[in-house]
């Protein structure tokens, strides 16, 4: 490729200066878009939604009934774990709604389906990832914020502080699933290892981070960053820090630039069959 | 039955085909089980007591590895049967000389033995090495047995969550939701002995408890009423279920309408 695609944009022509100016715009009427797509099928798009806030609140009657029997596990309590489970809830549910294609990147490289994004004046990462919506993430979205109101902890500057918790965590998630799924553009396939890696954060940030040594908790900060789903946005949610919302913006840009940067070293090697395929 | 046998024989070699694929995907146990140890390693160690309500850590940690690779290794059905009857693809395999259920069955169970396998292997590594030897080889036939009644019990809720597509647009918040009943009334993530008396009564009086918590307890602690409390159990919901799922696939098919093809 002459012209390499560049995280932004292709530099082809001046499309792309132009694509970049209305690119608001453009995610907007992008995610306008997928909401009516979803909507075609509105008795499955209300009944995934209701589905899955009962599903997560189903879920959610394990740790009702762990900490009934054992109320601390390093004083980790009840309360922290609505929170953790809030935030990870919403966050996870937001990125299936805006970025509903972070979940399937890897299979999207190995077809060789990013051809379509290629050839069009948009930044490709960014076009990829919100092409698609995941009707059940609203559930997901909303059971975490019905999490955070039952933890006991709701005040309007907290409700604030859970907002931006959740946009952060979402960020992080994000950009490790890009991260994981470049990978794709060098292994060739990626379904499993993809699977194996959003088990690995979502369990990871579901459980009291109080359980793992310092070894481990490294791993949750360094590798799979867990921590920044779940226990330090939960830290940030109970009482505003500006240390803890400075390392939850250093996890989000940190990790943003090597998804995003590993994706574009990928997009170098990206090969395909010019296969004939239809976006819909 | 010796259609049915080349069925289950293709599904096993076309699990066995991607090994690299097949162990990547077992990995996630291992995730899964380091995890539960961490949790319970330090929630028996703030109670103080070797055991918790009759079960040790290293039965714990062995009862949640034999749930997990259940939980984990059970072929997803319901998704599979959901998908055939809502793009018309059920009407290749209903007009071929083989039963519709028994096709799945043997199918499914091809598919998800070498997977079972490879995540008890992977798991019981790790296990071993965190939490002590497993339990004696005595109580394995016993629980093995409770499995595979316990792997038919999944089967018939899975079809018959799959053949719901015949009445509903979507199936997926059924297969959620049944899956957190296993997780919770099943004892999947906490073994029943731990729960509070009266939630044990009513989880021992649905099936879910025969699907995950009857193999799993008599692995790591049978006992005789135990063991004929568990069998009684599994045998009565495979009748009843097995039932409801000849009697919703015969009325799934009076609702089928195929055109063309």
Redesign the interface.
């Given at each position: 490729m002459a012209d390499e695609p560049t995280l932004t944009g292709s530099p082809h022509s001046a499309h792309t200066r132009a694509g970049q100016r209305g690119l608001l715009p453009f995610l907007l009427a992008l995610w306008k878009a997928n909401l009516a797509a979803a909507l075609e099928f509105r008795v499955a798009f209300i009944s995934q939604t209701l589905g899955m806030i009962l599903n997560d609140g189903v879920y959610f009657v394990v740790w009702i009934l762990f900490f009934d029997r054992f109320p601390t596990v390093r004083g980790w309590g009840l309360t922290d774990m609505f929170l953790v489970f809030g935030i990870s809830a919403s966050a996870f549910g937001l990125a299936g709604l805006l970025f509903g294609n972070a979940f399937n990147l890897g299979d999207i490289i190995v077809r060789g389906r990013l051809d379509y994004y290629l050839s069009l004046p948009r930044p490709v990462l960014l076009h990829v990832l919100t092409s698609r919506v995941t009707p059940s993430g609203l559930g997901d979205f909303l059971y975490g914020f019905l999490s955070y109101f039952a933890s006991g902890q709701f005040t309007p500057a907290g409700l604030g502080r859970f907002v931006v918790a959740v946009i952060l965590a979402m960020i992080v998630f994000v950009a490790f699933l890009v991260l994981i799924q470049s990978l794709a553009f060098w292994l060739g396939t990626g379904g499993a290892f993809t699977g194996l890696a959003i088990n690995a954060i979502i369990t990871f940030a579901l459980y009291p981070i109080t359980l793992f040594e310092r070894g481990a908790k490294l791993i949750l900060f360094l590798v799979i960053p867990a921590a920044f789903m779940g226990a330090v946005p939960a830290g940030f949610v109970r009482a505003f820090d500006w240390g803890t919302i400075g390392l939850m913006a250093l996890g989000a840009c940190g990790f943003l630039a090597f998804g995003a940067g590993l994706f574009q070293l990928g997009l170098r090697r990206y090969e395909s069959g010019s296969a004939i395929q239809t976006e819909v | 039955m010796r259609k049915h046998w080349t069925i289950f024989k293709i599904g096993l070699v076309n699990s066995l085909a991607y090994p690299a694929?097949l162990i990547?995907?077992s990995?996630?146990i291992l995730?899964?089980m380091w995890?539960f140890f961490?949790?319970w390693r330090?929630?028996f160690a703030?109670?103080g007591s070797e055991t918790i309500n009759g079960l040790s850590l290293r039965d714990t940690m062995w009862y949640l590895l034999l749930a997990e690779t259940l939980e984990l290794g059970r072929p997803r059905l319901a998704r599979t049967i959901s998908d055939q009857v809502k793009d018309g693809s059920i009407a290749y395999i209903l007009n071929k000389p083989y039963h519709f259920l028994l096709y799945q069955f043997s199918n499914g169970l091809g598919e998800s033995l070498p997977r079972m396998a490879s995540l008890f292997l992977l798991g019981a590594g790790l296990v071993w090495s965190m939490a002590g030897p497993p339990p004696p080889l005595a109580n394995w036939p016993l629980a093995f047995l409770a499995l595979a009644f316990a792997w038919i019990l999944h089967f018939c809720v899975n079809c018959l969550i799959g053949l719901a597509a015949f009445i509903?647009?979507?199936v997926?918040?059924?297969e959620?939701?049944y899956?957190?009943?296993v997780?919770?009334l099943g004892g999947m993530?906490?073994p029943l002995d731990?729960?509070?008396a009266w939630?044990q009564t009513i989880a021992r009086s649905l099936p879910f408890a025969y699907m995950m918590y009857g193999p799993a307890r008599l692995f790591v602690r049978p006992d005789p009423v135990l063991t004929g409390q568990i069998y009684l159990g599994q045998a009565i919901w495979l009748l009843v279920l097995t039932g409801i799922l000849i009697l919703a696939f015969h009325r799934g098919m009076r609702r089928l309408a195929i055109n063309g093809g």
């Amino acid at each position: 490729m002459a012209d390499e695609p560049t995280l932004t944009g292709s530099p082809h022509s001046a499309h792309t200066r132009a694509g970049q100016r209305g690119l608001l715009p453009f995610l907007l009427a992008l995610w306008k878009a997928n909401l009516a797509a979803a909507l075609e099928f509105r008795v499955a798009f209300i009944s995934q939604t209701l589905g899955m806030i009962l599903n997560d609140g189903v879920y959610f009657v394990v740790w009702i009934l762990f900490f009934d029997r054992f109320p601390t596990v390093r004083g980790w309590g009840l309360t922290d774990m609505f929170l953790v489970f809030g935030i990870s809830a919403s966050a996870f549910g937001l990125a299936g709604l805006l970025f509903g294609n972070a979940f399937n990147l890897g299979d999207i490289i190995v077809r060789g389906r990013l051809d379509y994004y290629l050839s069009l004046p948009r930044p490709v990462l960014l076009h990829v990832l919100t092409s698609r919506v995941t009707p059940s993430g609203l559930g997901d979205f909303l059971y975490g914020f019905l999490s955070y109101f039952a933890s006991g902890q709701f005040t309007p500057a907290g409700l604030g502080r859970f907002v931006v918790a959740v946009i952060l965590a979402m960020i992080v998630f994000v950009a490790f699933l890009v991260l994981i799924q470049s990978l794709a553009f060098w292994l060739g396939t990626g379904g499993a290892f993809t699977g194996l890696a959003i088990n690995a954060i979502i369990t990871f940030a579901l459980y009291p981070i109080t359980l793992f040594e310092r070894g481990a908790k490294l791993i949750l900060f360094l590798v799979i960053p867990a921590a920044f789903m779940g226990a330090v946005p939960a830290g940030f949610v109970r009482a505003f820090d500006w240390g803890t919302i400075g390392l939850m913006a250093l996890g989000a840009c940190g990790f943003l630039a090597f998804g995003a940067g590993l994706f574009q070293l990928g997009l170098r090697r990206y090969e395909s069959g010019s296969a004939i395929q239809t976006e819909v | 039955m010796r259609k049915h046998w080349t069925i289950f024989k293709i599904g096993l070699v076309n699990s066995l085909a991607y090994p690299a694929e097949l162990i990547m995907r077992s990995g996630m146990i291992l995730i899964f089980m380091w995890v539960f140890f961490q949790l319970w390693r330090v929630t028996f160690a703030s109670s103080g007591s070797e055991t918790i309500n009759g079960l040790s850590l290293r039965d714990t940690m062995w009862y949640l590895l034999l749930a997990e690779t259940l939980e984990l290794g059970r072929p997803r059905l319901a998704r599979t049967i959901s998908d055939q009857v809502k793009d018309g693809s059920i009407a290749y395999i209903l007009n071929k000389p083989y039963h519709f259920l028994l096709y799945q069955f043997s199918n499914g169970l091809g598919e998800s033995l070498p997977r079972m396998a490879s995540l008890f292997l992977l798991g019981a590594g790790l296990v071993w090495s965190m939490a002590g030897p497993p339990p004696p080889l005595a109580n394995w036939p016993l629980a093995f047995l409770a499995l595979a009644f316990a792997w038919i019990l999944h089967f018939c809720v899975n079809c018959l969550i799959g053949l719901a597509a015949f009445i509903a647009e979507e199936v997926a918040p059924f297969e959620w939701i049944y899956q957190k009943l296993v997780f919770i009334l099943g004892g999947m993530l906490i073994p029943l002995d731990f729960y509070p008396a009266w939630l044990q009564t009513i989880a021992r009086s649905l099936p879910f408890a025969y699907m995950m918590y009857g193999p799993a307890r008599l692995f790591v602690r049978p006992d005789p009423v135990l063991t004929g409390q568990i069998y009684l159990g599994q045998a009565i919901w495979l009748l009843v279920l097995t039932g409801i799922l000849i009697l919703a696939f015969h009325r799934g098919m009076r609702r089928l309408a195929i055109n063309g093809g």
